[in-house]
């Protein structure tokens, strides 16, 4: 039960701001309000832009009366949204190359590699995203359960590709409540030798205090979210959220 020196929980939150959504040419009059992502102050967490299309997507899956299949295929192309963003933070090379027309083109090329990492189960939800933009991507595995009266993170199983600690790691786990699963995930990463500036951790929705501690933490760490939303409950879940992702994907 939560007592007068516990953080402020459900309800007690201060809400998640409300704006006008796109597109821009329209008047505000024109374009609908919904409650958008809370702006948070860390500089290494990476909020999507807050469009009309990922809004519509988030109020899909936040939906409880949203079924199974709807939830997979509305939180696919959400995690499509932040794989893309994601592989616009690695580096990239300066690469001419020639048109059929004989013409040259000053592009870029990837640089680096990469691979995946999800935390089991629900991170595993995330993985056809990263393997339609990256073609036989490699993909490790971290087993974390959290427990569910403490809320602590448990480690069961690891199995990483070997030369883990030369590539990028795409850290893949759609909530970020108290960030203990995530951060002990990190720290398997690191003890691989994995330095903390070639990790991007790909979450749907993180909480503030999941945020804040990551970037306590590791602040050379990059977060790309979708949305940090209004806090955690009594519970440790995130409020508004979604409920319990591992759940929804594939038991429910
Ligand atoms: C969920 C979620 C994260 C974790 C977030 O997994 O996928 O891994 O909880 O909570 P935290 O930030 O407070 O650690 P869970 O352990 O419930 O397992 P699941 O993936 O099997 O649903
Ligand atoms: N895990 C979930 O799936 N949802 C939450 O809100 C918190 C942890």
């Given amino acids: 039960m939560a007592n007068d020196l516990s953080p402020p929980t459900g309800e007690a939150l201060e809400r998640a701001p409300s704006q006008h959504l796109g597109p821009e040419y329209k008047s505000p009059d024109e374009r609908p309000q919904a409650t958008v992502s809370k702006s948070v102050t860390q500089a290494n967490v990476h909020i999507l832009p807050q469009t009309p299309q990922l809004i519509a997507l988030l109020t899909m899956i936040r939906d409880k009366n949203t079924n ?6 509305y939180s696919n192309r959400i995690n499509r949204l932040l794989v893309e963003e994601a592989l616009n933070h690695l580096p990239v090379l300066p690469h001419t190359i020639t048109t059929p027309l004989g013409r040259t083109y000053s592009g870029v090329k990837f640089e680096g590699k990469i691979c995946g990492v999800s935390i089991m189960r629900a991170g595993e939800a995330m993985e056809q995203a990263l393997r339609e933009c990256c073609r036989s991507v490699r993909i490790g595995k971290i087993l974390i359960q959290r427990d569910e009266e403490t809320s602590k993170p448990r480690l069961f199983y ?9 590539r990028w790691v795409l850290l893949l786990d759609p909530m970020l409540a108290t960030g203990g699963s995530a951060l002990m995930a990190v720290d398997v990463l690191r003890s691989k030798g994995v330095p903390e500036e070639h990790i991007l951790f790909l979450n749907l929705i993180a909480s503030p205090e999941g945020a804040a501690n990551f970037a306590q933490k590791y602040p050379k760490l990059r977060i790309v979210t979708a949305f940090v939303d209004q806090g955690l409950d009594e519970k440790n879940y995130i409020v508004p959220g979604l409920g319990d992702f591992g759940d929804r994907f594939y038991t429910l």
């Avoid at 199974?68 to 295929?73: M, N, S, V």
């Fill in 68 to 73: 199974r299949g709807d939830f997979i295929f």
């Fill in 158 to 166: 690891d199995k990483l590709p070997e030369d883990i600690s030369e």
